[in-house]
């Protein structure tokens, strides 16, 4: 507020501009207005006063005094801020680091923002019979496999959880049918001049494909290197305009095309890029879908009769009546926001509503750390108050919103006293929000070594809960930094359901914090994991200055970036933000209250929020898939090994494995791997012996932790390298994706012999062991049995043929592990032979100095097999199981397995070669030349 002596000079510079009978008038008037001041506090006030005193009073001046009179009220305005921002910060001088948020709100010009409700009720579904003749498939063609173009058309698809297939354009198409059904529901062309100029062969099989099964084409019109001016699309009658550069683009709003994405507003500004296309029909089948102006003079045939530019169509929707195959064309790629909506909604026009994303979208906001932060960021009376005033316009646009507030209750009025102040506030509307514990202290989970200690500290945070009457059963909790969420951190789980009765968490961490598209969600221990998001607001970005790339990057993000994007794309939305975010410039406020106007401008979604618990069963109900967790190797990113417990190491996960399949002798390859000195296996487990079977299994489930303790890191040991036999992994489905997720650069040992001979060895292993379906039925009635028959029967006659599909499952594990990672071993080979293959698989796992099997391995004529040397005289086999005798196999059953497996074999040949393998195994040529006599 300004001195009563500035404002008296002020006072004295008037009266002298003034004729000697007014001034008596203006004093008069000068001092009323001045004791208003003074009781009121107005400076508006005060100056609107002597403004109109001032008029009232001067009506004769001179020009010297009308000059003098100008200058005072210029002076006057100037004083006139400056105790505005006093009055409005009467405790902070100005040179403090604190000031009051003066972020203006984004300028809207928005239809939908002014109707009173939005009628969402009328998008089209553009559903059909489609269902029953194609999947809902994609089939992108690209240029290559590092065309940028192609990669952003696959990243959104993969962020909008949309199957695909991904083919380089070629001489021949890929199989487009399936028997009678269509494999994919919409063809793209990151190229469209790929798909004009494709052989007459393909382009007729393709285009019968389309009309037999309605499959629709979307082409993108690629980046041209001259300017093409009229020039025709060959085949078709449109005419294309390149390297255009453009602005203002705004969509048709007639189009039955849009269903996410709303019509009816203007993208006002440049465009990005300027090489676009735009089109020129020439007949009715087609219809603009998004149009813009040009940013420069345009040539014939884009300018009207009259001289006037037309609007430029950029894309175009092809109804189909010109050549029966309905098609979207891009002028542009998806550098422009609005075309990734567009290509969406594209999808599912032209699939029939094969391909549909929901329109509900779900908001949740976070604030952690409500109560955490330093002296002069928290949160002041001001700050709540518009947190509550900004929670109310956000109910407006979000169905159910609440603020979603965690805490640490330990730091509680750790601020000044107005901060403290503002704390007390929060205190008084605690039913207005949704709360949320963090720990007491604020401490990273992973960090708690000792269970006792993390669950006491639970228990703190929730006495202060209770005795601030905040709410203690929302089911949902979130650990500071994410830390041991995941990686996992058993300790905090099991915490978390014995204080808390946590149901549901989030974090960003999983499987990776970037990119952001992958983020998916698990459940492990009953406890949902729910993928969250960041909004680019962190703990330190509390003042706009402060915000990378500053206000101009925070725009782009809201408006089309990646922000609006994650609401787009995501059905469910928890967002993490910070306390400093809603205090000094409330960036916070600002950005979401700016996002979801965006988003009710340009979509049609529905926005909504529920509790957390009600949000994690709706997303596993969306996704169900998502369930099982995949557990990846925390030493892979330098974030989860920052929030991953000190005791634990790398070291103790394997450097190979051995994938079987069973009945091949992979107890003799455990034995003589064992034997090498600088090689350990794992503990034995309780259950199933020296085999895990972590990766098919329940087990999986118990976490890594449960799998890392079978693998204790020897002291003073010179072992080098961990394995893990288990000879179910070789046929396990889910098995290669989690082993690769955790062991990328684990090697892989198998063994095959005869398929024939495996499954009659299954056979006899499990008569053996008292198995009652295997004692009461023959082989031959085993490997005969029909999808009819008892469920028994029919799980050991697959448990005895599936595993003999080799080639099948190599490919699987090939597609996760490259084959310099995969050693086969010839399994009669490791029988008569076993010196010469150990010293192979030394020297395909790069041990040194090699182990001399010679030595320590002799063949025992007793038992049939090679066996381990004690001394001179002595040998140790392997068990009593092992080596047993039983009847030869009646030969009706060896030649229908030989037949079974034709195909089979046929194909593992094949497999070899490609490998590498020179020589083919002698039971695998044995097995083919007996199928061809018989």
Known sequence: MPSDYAADDGHEALLETCSDSTRPHL???????????????????????????????????????????????????????????????????????????????????????????????????????????????????????????????????????????????????????????????????????????????????????????????????PVSEEVLIGSQLKGFPIFVHTKMNLKNAALNPASNVLRLTRAGETAWGNLPGNDWTVFAPNHSTYEPLEWASPNSELPSPFVSDHGAARLLYTVVQDHGTYDGIQRVLFGSGLGFWLHRLLLLDALTHLSQGQISLGLNRYVLIDIDDIFVGEKGTRLKPPDVEALLSSQKRLQAMVSGFKFNLGFSGMYFHHGTDEENAGEDLLMEHIDDFSWFSHMWNHKQPHLYDNYTHLEMDMKLNKNFATEKNIPTDSGYSVAPHHAGVYPVHEYLYEAWKKVWNVKVTSTEEYPHLRPARLRRGFIHRNIMVLPRQTCGLFTHTYLIEKYPGGREKLD????????????????INIFMTHMSNYGNDRLALYTFESVLKFTQCWTNLRLLSTLPVELGEKYFQMFPEEEDPIWGNPCDDSRHIKTWSHNKTCQQLPNFLVIGPQKTGTTALYSFLSMHPNINSNLNSIDTFEEIQFFNGKNYYRGLDWYMGFFPVPINSSSQYLFEKSATYFDGEQVPKRAHALLPQAKLVTILISPAKRAYSWYQHMRAHGDQVALNYSFYEVITASESSNRPLRDLRNRCLLPGKYSQHLERWLTYYSSSQLFIIDGEELRTAPVDVMNSVQKFLKITPPFDYATHLRFDKKKGFYCQIINEDKTKCLGRSKGRKYPQMDERSLKLLQRYYLSHNTALVKLLKRLGHQNIPGWLKMDLSDTMVT
């Open 27 to 221: 004093a008069s008037g000068w001092v009323g207005a001045k004791n208003r001041w003074r009781k009121r506090q107005d400076g508006q006030r005060w100056l609107s006063v002597c403004w109109h005193r001032l008029v009232q009073s001067c009506r004769f001046l001179t020009t010297r005094r009308f000059l003098s009179v100008l200058l005072v009220l210029i002076t006057m305005s100037i004083t006139y801020n400056i105790v505005i921002f006093y009055f409005e910060n009467p405790v902070f001088p100005i040179s403090s680091a604190w000031k009051e948020p003066r972020l203006l709100p984004l300028q809207m010009t928005c239809s939908a923002l002014t109707e009173t409700r939005r009628n969402l009720s009328k998008q089209p579904e553009h559903r059909s019979m489609a269902k029953l003749r194609i999947d809902a498939k994609v089939l992108l063609f690209v240029e290559t496999i590092y065309s940028r173009l192609g990669r952003d058309i696959a990243e959104l698809l993969v962020h909008n959880r949309i199957k695909y297939k991904v083919d380089v354009v070629g001489k021949s198409l890929p199989v487009l049918t399936n028997l009678d059904k269509g494999k994919f529901a919409v063809i793209v062309f990151e190229n469209l001049t790929k798909y004009l100029t494709m052989d007459n062969w393909n382009r007729e099989l393709l285009d019968k494909y389309c009309r037999e099964y309605g499959v629709g084409v979307v082409g993108f019109h």
């Open 556 to 571: 782009e993000n809201i408006q089309g970036g990646e922000l609006f994007q994650s609401i787009v794309f995501n059905p």
